[in-house]
């Protein structure tokens, strides 16, 4: 189904999914990044913008989302939009990974179960869209929610994978000449035997496969498949309780911009066991490469202003074996942004352990 249903709108902001890339490319191809419509750091977020432009305009905004995200939304639904308290209205698009009865990954599984109703919960009303559902269909339904939205609710189309087209293409790159699967393969060398805890999304996959390329196990290796940015609050709670061992956090800028506030945690907290590589390709990636800010910003200043003793930022393999080298032998919090491409080889895999294997296998090998 073609997007003219969105043309009504004026306002959009949102996390990129990659069920929902024909919207994302849609909103880049109309208006860019800018005052219409704006990538954010979080879902939440998403939400508190949307309500911003409503108390401006008075007009009804677009937040898109993956359904990984409605764990972000719940609290500024249910106590900023929610009719009972300012009653913003709301228009949502939710990609729909781990719809019941299709096969996704793991983190997908019971999120896919509950979208539906997790909405529902929020008071929320909901639309399926799948392949078969005609653009007169979604255009009959905003006319039936037109009263629910005068009224200060919140509504929601939930989409289903290959439902949604836009024939317009776009290409995403920027100019770092690092790869990201070739930075974590740095890191695996330098960190040895160390536990590694790894982000959401393809650099989890990458360290997976690197590993099986090198005939090695997985049991150092943590690979945070679903909750994105949590993955240096995951590694600072092991390191508190582990401080003879050495902890590398591989992130991302997507991830590290998600929950911004871990880093200001972790720097407080200061744990000299803990090297915290992030891969700054200022794209969501994983979810089809729309850009973030982290190109826009200075995340070495925001790592020493939150309290990380030592932080770099590296351009080429050069600066960051030398980088790396010198936070194994640190014994104070070390903070690495390594700048990469936008690019993944098409053949990547993904992991053939479940999650609570590797879940146990870490544990177990966290014990020695």
Known sequence: MKLDFLDRFEFFAGVPDSLLSPVCSYLISKYGIGKQHIIAANEGNAVALAAGYHLATGKIPVVYMQNSGEGNIINPVASLMNDKVYGIPCVFLVGWRGEPGVHDEPQHVFQGDVTVKLLADMDVRTMVISKTTTEAEVEAQLETWEPLLKAGKQVAFVVKKGALEFDGKTKYQNRNTMLREEIIRHVAVVSKDDPIVSTTGKASRELFEIREANKEGHERDFLTVGSMGHSSSIALGIALQKPEKKIWIIDGDGA???????????GVNKPGNIVHVVINNSSHESVGGMPTVAGEIDLVGIAKDCGYVNAVSVSDYDSLDKALEKARKATELTFIEAKA??????????PTTTAKENKEAFMEDLRK
Do not use: N, Q
Request: aromatic letters at 0%; a positive charge; proline letters at 0%.
């Open 256 to 266: 590290v911009l998600m929950h911004m506030g871990s880093m200001a945690l972790m």
């Open 341 to 350: 491409a936008i690019g993944t080889r098409a053949d990547l895999g993904r």
